[in-house]
């Protein structure tokens, strides 16, 4: 016998917002047992939903210890009302007044105006399937059974849900022990079958209902099977969908709700045994969510604010738990009512998290954010950056229509802003910020020998050079000697080009074909322009090769001899690869510079009024501005603007986004990273969308000490300047001592060299030279053997901080146990993210 749960407001049609309406992962939760009871012990009764969702309406069920095969000797007319929130424990659980009849198996809901419907079930004799509709008022206590309403023949364990003016009755077992599949419309006044046709017959199925639709999970079949699929029913189409997420553990007998945004079941039977295990809909998959108290079944469920509340239901005696095999098993009747309620991070979990994903550009400086914010806050935290690209953090930023354009990550960030069509998809359902943080550069590298190995030779290539390399036009070096006079060098290097592109959604990529196609359409046209492009018209010709990230660019690089590719110029490179120089829309000979990157920045004036606003418009590639650097990303940050479902990560999140975009915080340290930090006027964009955001209600913010706060900085959301954890300062001191004695070795050296080549110096005492010798010898092999010993002290140090970590995360993940002391599991609680292997991740 299953129930209706709360009518939510999400975003229709899309199967996953129930779970994850939001982007958090599925909660841990607590499972416990109220002081009230029921009356006695029951099960196979309907709880419904009445006084705008304060109350629940508690309406027959079976009184008698059964067996498994359904039979029952006790039936009730009995009802009551549940509120959990009375001021006295005598008001907690009312009887009210009985019902014309009683019933068992039989479904209930409620209509718009708070009347309930009961119909269907089994009546005394358990052969008296009863055909009447039954109609309880909660506000005058009253029952009527309209002689219009009547069901054509009697029907047991469908479902029963309400939707508006009317309440629908589905599924079931006819009296012929055969599941049913229509669904019948039921309102005060009239009754009729709509047509509607489950795609899979069944009963005992449980049913939620939000924002306008609802759905249908498992039960059981023609041959009694357990059913694991979920359907949805849309009654402005009067239509059932058979959804793709099928239950873990296919089950009827089972209860089902909503809480926060969230698909729950809980207990029932299954092939061979009844169940005790809960789970939950997230991302259109099922998972294991954790275990009630005891094996239940045959009850049902309700949620009043943020509990789910469990009422009564059976339990099989003994160790007779293949309940398909031995109908002739005896049950118990339970009488306790459970409260099931999920853990808010912000007051009970041990740990804050927040995590995102994108562009490789930054992440270098994000992840210098975290350790920061790591080592400066005394409770918990983790935050991780998967660096996999411009184009896929804003996939996952996007989501999709299974998740009701919600995003599978707390936030995103791109060297491009969504594009039109993007920004008018995500907008339909919520309003997206795109927080502008940096303005970054693109340039070009190259693995030439000859290059690097002649101090100031340099490399030119203009824009048509460039879109030749990559179309296939030039496929040797010396090709290159007539871009510029400089290049005279390259006329004698007869080796084939070897070029690398981006595989697709890159924002490196939109700004290098834009800045190709912007000086040298004729060589590189619009339909090779963006972030999207993955067939090149170089792939086509065989004269280049693809590789995924920054990262992956960059190894290509350095292992390819005679190689060139595009790479964001904040991530620094070995001397193996050497940047070009370039021209900029002025004729200015340009390499990438932090002063060249601020003049393209400061020639543009077409920026948004706000955060939430299309940026599409945006674009700094091939700007005006003297000695402007051609080709100029904006890096954004992209969040949803309602953080309200978020918890206490929403406050590290907007905490995070303080600290980046603050003037005397993270701004300065931009230059570091070869980014350049936004002018005034962007950053008050910035400042004005950060108080917009919706935030939780009752959380506490973060704030920063950078000057003393006497006992305020001591308080637990404060990120402060001021401390620093011991393995933090441990590695910084190595870091110095490192860089000390490789300066040292490196001086020692520069002198062994400036002896042995001073020709012209005359040694009269060769003792006197091998003594100089040995002194320098010795003093070098000590400067190395120190070297190593540092070396070796940070990697035990690693190794160790690895093992704490270990630790903590052990100690932190160990189970929890409620108050029977079973474990509660909820190991497979996190949230998958889809990406691929080769994505970087860096979590502190």
Known sequence: MMT??????????????????????????????????????????????????????????????????????????????????????????????????????????????????????????????PVEVDIYDPSTNTWESPSALQLDSGIADGTAFGLGDTVYYTGGWGADWTPVSSTIAITETAINVTGAELNEARADAGSVVFDGEAYVIGGYGASYEHIASLERFDPNENTWTLESASLTKPRGDKAAAVLNDRLYVFGGQTTGAELETIEVLHQDEWRHAGELDEQRFRFPAATI?????????????????????????????????????????????????????????????????????????????????????????????????????????????????????????????????????????????VNIPELRSVEDRKLVISACGLAKIYNGGYSTWSELADEHEDNEWIRDIDEDIKAVHRTSGSS????????????????????????????????????????????????????????????????GYPDSLTEIHMYNKNGDLVQASADGIAAAADAFNGWPSNVTSDFSGVNLIDTDGEGAWPIVLVSYIYVREDLSTMGSSAALLKAFLTYVLDADLGQTLMQDYSFSPLTDSIRELCENGLA?????????????????????????????????????????????????????????????????????????????????????????????????????????????????????????????????????????????????????????
């Open 508 to 571: 490196s990529t939109s700004g290098f074909t834009t800045y190709m196609n912007s000086q040298c359409e004729s060589e590189w046209i619009a339909d090779n322009v963006g972030s999207k492009l993955s067939t090149w018209p170089c792939d086509l010709t065989g004269t280049c090769e693809s590789d995924a990230g920054s990262g992956g660019i960059q190894d290509h690089l350095e292992d390819t001899e005679y190689s060139i590719g595009y790479l964001s110029v904040s991530h």
């Open 692 to 844: 917009n955001l919706e935030m939780p209600d009752d959380v506490e913010e973060f704030i920063f000490e950078t000057d003393t706060q006497v006992i305020t900085g001591a308080g637990p959301y404060v990120i402060s300047e001021k401390r620093e954890v011991v393995s933090q300062q441990a590695i910084e001191d190595l870091q110095t001592k490192y860089e000390a004695l490789t300066a040292t070795t490196s001086e020692l050296s520069a002198q062994v060299a400036e002896i042995e080549d001073d020709d012209d110096h005359d040694h009269d005492d060769d003792d006197s030279s091998s003594h100089i010798h040995h002194e320098v010898d010795t003093a070098i092999a000590i400067a190395v053997a120190a070297l190593i010993f540092a070396v070796i002290d940070m990697i035990i140090l690693v190794i160790v901080l690895v093992m704490m970590c270990k630790v903590r995360s052990s100690v932190r993940n160990a189970k929890r146990v409620s108050q029977t002391g079973r474990p509660i599991d909820d190991d497979n609680l996190s949230q998958g993210s889809g990406a691929s292997a080769s994505a970087a991740i860096r979590v502190v």
């Open 305 to 445: 604010g943020d509990t789910v509340y469990l009422f009564g239901g059976a339990h099989v005696v003994g160790d007779q738990k293949d309940v398909e095999s031995n109908a002739d098993a005896e049950v118990t009747l339970l009488g306790t009512i459970i409260a099931f309620t999920e853990v808010s991070d912000l007051y009970s979990s041990s740990t804050i998290t927040l995590h995102g994903s994108g562009t490789t550009n930054p992440s270098s400086f994000f992840w210098h954010v975290f350790n920061l914010f790591h080592s400066g806050t005394r409770i918990p935290i983790k935050m991780s950056y998967r660096a996999i690209g411009s184009g896929d953090g804003q996939a996952e930023m996007l989501g999709d229509s299974s998740t009701a354009y919600l995003p599978y990550t707390q936030f995103g960030s791109g060297d491009i802003p969504f594009d039109n069509e993007d920004y008018e998809t995500i907008t339909e359902h919520h309003n997206i910020a795109q927080f502008p943080f940096a303005f970054g550069a693109i340039s070009v590298y």
């Open 4 to 129: 209706k749960g709360a009518v939510l407001a999400v975003a229709a049609g899309a199967l996953a917002q129930v779970a994850a309406a939001a982007f958090v992962e599925p909660m841990q939760h607590t499972v416990e047992s109220l002081s009230t009871t029921l009356p006695q012990e029951m099960s196979d009764f309907t709880a419904t939903l009445v006084e705008d969702g304060t109350k629940v309406f508690l309406f027959g069920g079976c009184f008698a210890q059964v067996k498994v095969d359904g039979e029952c000797t006790d039936v009730s007319a009995k009802a009551y009302l549940f509120d959990p929130n009375a001021l006295t424990s005598d008001e907690i659980l009312v009887e009210v007044a009985d019902a014309p009849r009683p019933r068992f198996r039989h479904g209930a809901a409620a209509l718009s105006n708070g009347k309930v419907v009961v119909v269907g079930g089994v009546s005394t004799d358990n052969s008296d399937y």
